[in-house]
């Protein structure tokens, strides 16, 4: 074999994807150094492909391609966009219920003191009370604790809102001048429509301290509201 | 399910036959972009972008043809157009990959990687041709179809990408010993 032939043979061998030399291209190899060194680069050829682990996919490959289609395709946007509406419309059906569930059952026990009863067995790691009435009873005490705790939460709104806003009044009539603004309007009306009060000198004005101590307050407030936001959501709705 | 019945499947756009079409092609897709490129979020990039096209275009496939070399086509080209773009913007694949430095210690990169650098520094054509042979494993024939060319100029390209990557090992220390053992000077 000569060189022209050893050449065409490790072509033939690269396109057929094969990995033996015949016996006459070994034979060949040992005697030609410029072959040798055409096999050996097929060698090294050969062994950096077999270290080419597989690529890993991006996870989010699949779900790229298919938001892309949704978007940029209208036959197939609209099925999407159906099976997403209907999917919205399961999962709010599905978490209605479920808060519903949670509801009859936390005020099925002790409907006037809930809160504190859950709170209690929580701590205690006790399992929630399994109702044992008929389905209709147990319907309509899960309606009955529904209105229940609408009942609280408007109460108890009311009572935060009043109270909130008498802290902003007292802070507002604390504060020399105070800038008749929307908001001024739209919440205290009583004082944007007064007539300004006299400038006062400094020494007059509300210490830095009187003025902390009234927003403080008011702080107070807002968080209270917020804890008992917190609380007195069932565990069925999501909180935050 | 054959290619014939998944692209039916598509075209009436069964959401199911979508997802199974690019889960079942997204590896093939992905992989050569990588190794086109040689950036990950480049090749995710363009994989997603060749794969929705391949899904927009599907009615276009010729049925009596395999579907993957179709597909592979539309990647390459992706790829082709991405790197022009990146060219006009004048950011080079070197900058991008970022090479190691000859100096660098060969211990630092393993063989696969080393195959990775070089296949940056071939001509595109090349690098496309071997790609599609010996990652994709596709035939010269349809190397050919995929690159609009005929096929004695596919058997040339072949011939010269993989004399020119032995030529850039060798030149960063990878070499062989008889014996077929390999090993780094």
């Known amino acids: ?15 057929s994807r094969g990995d033996s030399p015949s016996t006459a291209a070994t034979t060949h190899i040992n005697e030609c ?31 790229g391609v298919l938001n892309q289609l949704q978007s940029t395709t209208p036959g197939i946007s609209v099925s999407a966009r159906a099976d997403s509406r209907r999917w919205t419309a399961v999962a709010m059906v599905a978490a209605c219920l479920i808060a519903l569930i949670a509801v009859g059952i936390i005020h099925q026990s002790t409907p006037d003191d809930h809160n504190v009863a859950q709170n209690d067995r929580r701590k205690q790691n006790q399992p929630e009370p399994v109702p044992t009435d008929s389905g209709s009873d147990r319907t309509i005490a899960v309606a009955s604790s529904v209105v229940a705790v609408l009942e609280d939460l408007r109460t108890e709104y009311q009572e935060i809102a009043e109270e909130t806003r008498a802290s902003a009044r007292d802070f507002a009539v604390a504060i020399p001048s105070t800038p008749v603004t929307p908001w001024t309007e739209l919440l205290l009306p009583d004082i944007a429509s007064a007539d300004p009060p006299p400038v006062q000198s400094p020494a007059s004005a509300p210490s830095q301290g009187a003025v902390s101590v009234i927003s403080r307050s008011i702080g107070s407030q807002i968080g209270e509201a917020m804890d008992f936001l917190w609380v007195a959501v069932p565990d069925g709705v999501p909180k935050g | 399910m054959d290619d014939r019945e998944l ?3 598509c075209l009436r756009g ?24 040689g950036h ?57 990959i970022d090479l190691p430095a000859p100096t660098t210690p060969l211990a630092k990169f393993d063989l696969a990687e ?18 599609l042979f010996h990652q994709q494993e596709l035939s010269l024939q349809e190397v050919a179809q995929i690159m609009q060319c005929p096929d004695g100029t596919i058997k040339t390209w072949l011939h010269r990408a993989r004399r020119e990557l032995a030529d850039l090992l060798r030149a960063r220390g990878v070499v062989t010993e008889e014996g077929h053992e390999l090993f780094r000077v």
């Open chain 2, 14 to 37: 069964d959401r199911d036959g979508l997802r199974t079409f690019v889960e079942q092609f997204q590896g093939w897709v992905f992989a050569l972009c990588f190794r086109q490129l």
């Open chain 2, 114 to 131: 080393e195959l990775q650098l070089a296949l940056q520094q071939l001509r595109e054509e090349y690098r496309t041709c071997f790609l």
């Open chain 2, 40 to 96: 990950r979020q480049d090749a995710e990039d363009v994989a997603q972008e060749s794969l929705a096209r391949a899904v927009r275009h599907l009615a276009q496939w010729d049925g009596i043809r395999p579907l993957k070399p179709w597909i592979l086509t539309i990647a390459v080209n992706r790829c082709r157009t991405h790197l022009s773009r990146k060219n006009t913007r004048a950011r080079t694949i070197d900058s991008e």
């Open chain 2, 7 to 9: 692209v039916e499947r």
């Open chain 1, 33 to 63: 150094s410029t072959c040798r060194q055409q096999w050996h680069d097929h060698l090294l050829l050969a062994a950096a492909l077999r270290a080419w682990i597989p690529i890993a996919n991006p996870p989010s490959l699949v779900d």
């Open chain 1, 1 to 15: 074999m000569n060189c022209s032939e050893f050449s065409e043979e490790l072509q033939q061998l690269v396109e």
